[in-house]
């Protein structure tokens, strides 16, 4: 029988939870304690290291009273640490105003600098307003046919030139502050104050922040805003001291370059923010072009060039698209009359007509990124080496492997369209495609007079720069040299070979670069001072995944290349650009197609990064160290006993393979002599090609500076080199 609950003895149990309730009472009043405690000894640190603040404070105060006879008040934040007033004059109104500006700066107790932009290098000196606190302030005329003053041409070009350089990138001024003042006349409507507003456009491109909307100084007193220029600038400068008061107190964000059209300045602390633009919005506004952070007041005053038919700049992504819509519609108009019958027979003869390969969207966006366009389909570009050589700042790997003056080298090229589209294309597709020539030809003559003249007008542009040096501007008037690799296919001219014997003619050496798509064209080829060959992979997959070329059999016509390759007697080259992840793991694939072709030097590169671009999908994990580059060369020359590696360039990561044949009593020979290749030449088109000649009939041995392993790393030391003093912002390549 259970026992019932009345004989259960509940005294034991109730004294252990009883037990039990003390020993947890006692442990949490021990840990209340403990905080109670740590809360005390805090709060006594803190006051005896506030004490002990407070008593050197004092004790400084007390030295400077005695040693300086004030008392230093305590540091606060600089917002804005000064004001720097660039011009841009031709008559001198410009430099007033800026003078008068500087007065109304320094009334703020602000130190203050007027620059004239003749003196000033922007390439040294214009990334140091990123992290400087200045307020820049740019006031800048417009001369005659919407050019710059003499005085700011260097300054306007540099500018426009690194607002389309993929290399600066669109944060490259990111944290410079600046204001844009423009002189100009209405009655010039179609480029009223075009140089302020282009100015205010190319700071914005580069990632700066406007500070307030642009002003438009107007000469034309019945058009002028204020009834006068000077009264436009007075308005302007009122505001722009105005707005100086308010960023000196950090109550005001710079423009984010989202404001409504006159109201940028108008906006007051408190006031409500205009919502910050994510990066896809700012490349889209940058590739539309849309006003955004153009607009001005006067901008219903200007003239046309603000409505334009298609975009004032176009990104090279985007021409594909404007392309097709132009086709799609004149098809459309096409279509339309023939239904009509307003053509008739006329439209099949219209048809059978060649066309331009240059269209006029495919001009525009091409001479806004600095081609000088020849013709209906060539063009010549400035290479930035050519500038660097002009200012002694060294040249190009070419200047180092072959011995190349860059400041006297003409990039240009004969056709301007490609039977590739390669992943890493510096210009991102911007020329067109085709297998073959099927547009309208130009003249060799015309073409390369005209290249000449244009690139002496390049040339000329370089007078009084700050850093070039006479000598070498002299020297660059008289082209030397002319790399025929500027963009597109050179060997797809018809008459490339007229071409090349009128720059022989001309006592100008020739470096013909080509896809290896055409291999028929490479065997009827003159001679060249030097034939390259891109070789940008080594595998059939690879290379469609890399070149993506247009030709169906396109492997059996890059082997057919190399073959024709091997049977030339003058100096021939391989180009091989390493693309990380994608091509650097072919080693002995690449061995094969050596012993293919034969060539007398190999170009190993690392793929110079382009910047985003919907057509290809590169980013900088592609791009390769130099180490990397140096080690694939050093494993590839294991695997060809024929070569050794020769020379270097650190600067461009890029590495020269030689063939032995070159390396004569221990010393290398990768040089060329000029002079002695025109008249070899000369004797070969005065036999009618009877009288050949051999690449070792016109070398020149390399200096030790170039040779690989040198401490120069293949920089001349006639140079000096140029350090960027914001090396995370690279822009090194090409």
Known sequence: ?????????????????????????????????????????????FIFKDQNSQDKSVLKATRDLMTNGSISLEKKEVFVS?????????????????????????????????????EYDPDDHLLEEVTSKNVCAFLVATYTDGRPTENAEWFCKWLEEASNDFRFGKTYLKGMRYAVFGLGN??????????????????????????????????????????????????????????????????KKPCDGNCKKGKCESRQPGSEEVEPRSPAQDRLQQRNHVEGPFESASADESGPEDQPSVPSVVDVEDLGTIVSRVRKEKRAK???????????????????????????????????????????????????????????????????????????????????????????????????VGTEWRWKMDQPEMILKEAIENHQNMIKQFKGVPGVREQRFTEGMTVKHCALSLVGEP????????????????????????????????????????????VDASTEGSLKKIDRPLFKDFWQRFRDSL????????????????????????????????????????????????????????????????????RFVQELVGLIPDYEIACEHEHSNCLLIAHKKFKIDREWWTWIDYNRFQELIQEYEDSSGSKTFSAKDYMAKTPHWALFGASERGFDPKDTRYQRKNKSKDISGC
């Not at 282009?198 to 107007?218: C, F, I, P, S, Y």
Request: aromatic share 12%.
């Open 82 to 118: 000064g004001v720097k007033i660039f011009y841009g004059s031709q008559t001198g109104t410009a430099k007033g105003f800026a003078a008068a500006l500087a007065e109304a700066v320094s009334s703020l107790d602000l130190p203050v600098a007027v620059i004239d932009l003749k």
């Open 1 to 45: 029988m259970a026992p019932s609950l009345d004989t259960w003895d509940f005294s034991p149990l109730i004294s252990l939870w009883i037990n039990r309730f003390y020993i947890y009472l006692a442990f949490a009043f021990g840990i209340t304690l403990w905080i109670c405690f740590q809360i005390v000894i805090r709060k006594q640190s």
């Open 186 to 251: 209405s009655a010039y409507a179609s480029h009223f104050n075009k140089v302020g507003k282009n100015v205010d456009k190319w700071l914005w491109m580069l990632g700066a922040q406007r500070v307030m909307t642009r002003g438009e100084g107007d000469c034309h007193v019945v058009r002028s805003k204020h009834g006068s220029i000077e009264d436009d600038f007075r308005a302007w400068k009122a505001k722009f001291i105005m707005q100086l008061q308010v960023l000196r107190k950090g109550e």
């Open 334 to 432: 096409v279509q339309q009359e023939e239904k009509a019958g307003l053509f008739g027979n006329a439209v099949t003869n219209e048809a059978s007509e060649r066309r331009a390969m240059i269209t006029p969207a495919l001009r525009e966006a091409l001479t806004k990124q600095g081609y000088q366009l020849i013709g209906s389909h060539s063009g010549v570009k400035l290479c930035r080496w050519t500038k660097s050589m002009l200012r002694g700042r060294g040249g190009c790997y070419k200047h180092t492997f072959y011995g190349i003056e860059s400041h006297r080298c003409m990039e240009t090229t004969p056709s301007l369209a490609c039977a590739n589209k390669c992943v890493f294309c510096w210009r991102h597709h911007t020329n067109p």
């Open 563 to 630: 073959k024709a390759l091997a049977a030339k007697q003058q100096r021939t080259v391989y180009r091989l650009t390493l693309v990380k992840a994608w091509n650097v793991d072919e080693l002995q694939a690449y061995a094969e197609l050596v012993c293919l072709g034969s060539p007398d030097f190999i170009e190993v590169k690392g793929v110079t990064y382009c910047g985003e671009s919907s057509a290809s999908s590169l980013t900088m994990a592609n791009v390769p160290w130099y180490e990397e580059v140096v």
């Open 491 to 534: 060997i797809m001219y018809p008459e490339i070979n007229r071409f090349l014997k009128l720059l022989h003619e001309c006592k100008i050496s020739s470096f013909l670069v080509t896809n290896a798509q055409f291999p028929v064209e490479i065997r009827k080829l003159m001679p060249v001072t030097q034939l390259y060959v891109s």
